[in-house]
């Protein structure tokens, strides 16, 4: 079965300063991974996946499939990038359901 | 376009009643995901439905839940006789095809009394 870790459920910086929020996944075939992400008082929304290898309001992450990670990363974080973020992951194969982790709340210092 | 729409966005149910959520999809979209939120845990996947069809309910307890999208009208979560266990929010999602990304709603709550 499928599993996504996020060891962080809390994480504060400051004000442009970098931000990683870390995501590991165990699976045995070929995942698709997504970043989700709900600001406060706010649907979940999707951030960015890996397929589409995008850079959305300066967050990217990069697929690494020896280390089975996923993780988010940011050089410059924002105030208004305070938010929950969830890692998530979908398999192959006819579901697509996507298996979430526990995410990780964000918090940016001014 | 709205979005997903769920309702009620809070709901209340004393032990033994039934819970009946509802969520319409984006226009345009015929796959609806049901997800359970409990506290300070990610979502966890229920079912998978397209219109009229239940494609995946491996998610789904195996008693008390059930769920339905049909031809015309919203996809329903039901829950029968509710537990104090059933306490969660409800997430319900669609998305336009198979390999599509999944939409959001803001989710029901469900506090049992």
Known sequence: AQRVTQPEKLLSVFKGAPVELKCNYSYSGS??????????????????????????????????????????????????????????????????????????????LP | NAGVMQNPRHLVRRRGQEARLRCSP??????????????????????????????????MPKERFSAEFP????????????????SAAYFCASSPGLNQPQHFGDGTRLSIL
């Not at chain 1, 406060?40 to 990670?69: C, M, P, V, Y």
């Not at chain 1, 982790?101 to 964000?106: A, D, E, I, K, M």
């Open chain 2, 71 to 86: 031809k015309e009208g919203p996809s329903i979560l039901r829950i029968q006789q509710v537990v104090r266990g059933d």
């Open chain 1, 31 to 108: 995942p698709e991974l997504f970043w989700y992400v709900q600001y406060s008082r706010q649907r979940l929304q999707l951030l960015l996946r890996h397929i589409s290898r995008e850079s959305i309001k300066g967050f990217t992450a990069d697929l690494n499939k020896g280390e089975t990670s996923f993780h988010l990363k940011k050089p410059f974080a924002q105030e208004e990038d305070s938010a929950m973020y969830y890692c998530a992951l979908s398999t192959s194969g006819s579901a697509r359901q996507l298996t979430f982790g526990s995410g990780t709340q964000l918090t940016v």
């Open chain 2, 26 to 59: 984006m226009k345009g979209h015929s796959h609806v995901y049901w997800y359970r939120q409990l506290p300070e845990e990610g979502l966890k996947f229920m079912v998978y439905l397209q219109k009229e069809n239940i494609i995946d309910e491996s998610g």
